[in-house]
């Protein structure tokens, strides 16, 4: 990149939310560029700045009102409606409560993007409307749970969980890689 002064642009930081990474369709956290016109890269450095990233938009309108598509949903309206009702699984962070640690397991439930292969972290009726109910399309989405330890050796009971795991989901072990996360002290 060439040469710009400090006060052309600022060095920030985000959580998530804000920004992905249009390469690999990820949600990015961490250090970013903002230049002029709302233009962002992932890093630090103007010199050597990361991938250039876009700015997160929420529509709530699935789909954009134009002629074909209008065209399409009376021809196919019995299709365009059971597409409509369908709803996008959110992620959410479950965390132990006191029974939990006093049992010393805690289930976890994760969700799975078929076509993608990304998975994210959801509660239990999140889990169960993936499984069972209408209100989630199960040709996009599967599901599933692991037994988490709380207590005990934590990285071997909780890796030989997820390796047996891995043989229906492959790659979950990019999910959950704190193996000792909600250990008891």
């Known amino acids: 990149m060439a040469y710009l002064p400090k006060s052309k642009y600022k060095q920030k930081y985000t959580n998530g939310g804000e920004f992905y990474n249009p390469t690999t369709g990820e949600v990015y956290i961490g250090s970013y560029l903002e230049l ?3 233009i962002y890269y992932a890093g630090k450095s103007i010199s050597k700045p990361g991938a250039k990233l876009a ?3 929420f529509s709530f309108d699935k789909v954009p009102d134009t002629l074909n598509n209008r065209i399409f949903k009376a021809l196919n309206s019995k ?3 059971k597409e409509l ?6 992620s959410t962070k479950i965390f132990p409560t006191d029974d ?5 397991t805690i289930t976890r439930y994760f969700g799975y993007r ?3 292969g990304r998975y994210f972290e959801i509660d239990e009726k999140t889990y169960s409307d ?5 209100r989630i399309d199960r040709s996009l989405y599967s599901a599933g749970k692991i037994t988490w330890a709380l207590k005990g050796d ?3 009971i909780n890796g030989t969980n997820l390796l047996r795991l891995e043989q229906q989901y492959p790659g979950l072990r990019k999910l959950f890689t704190n193996l000792t996360e909600f250990g008891s002290l």
């Open 36 to 38: 002029p016109n709302q």
């Open 55 to 57: 700015k997160l938009t």
């Open 79 to 81: 299709y365009v409606d």
């Open 85 to 90: 009702k369908y709803e996008t699984p959110l």
């Open 100 to 104: 939990d640690y006093l049992k010393g």
């Open 114 to 116: 078929i076509q993608t």
């Open 130 to 134: 993936i499984r069972s109910s209408d």
């Open 154 to 156: 934590l990285e071997k």
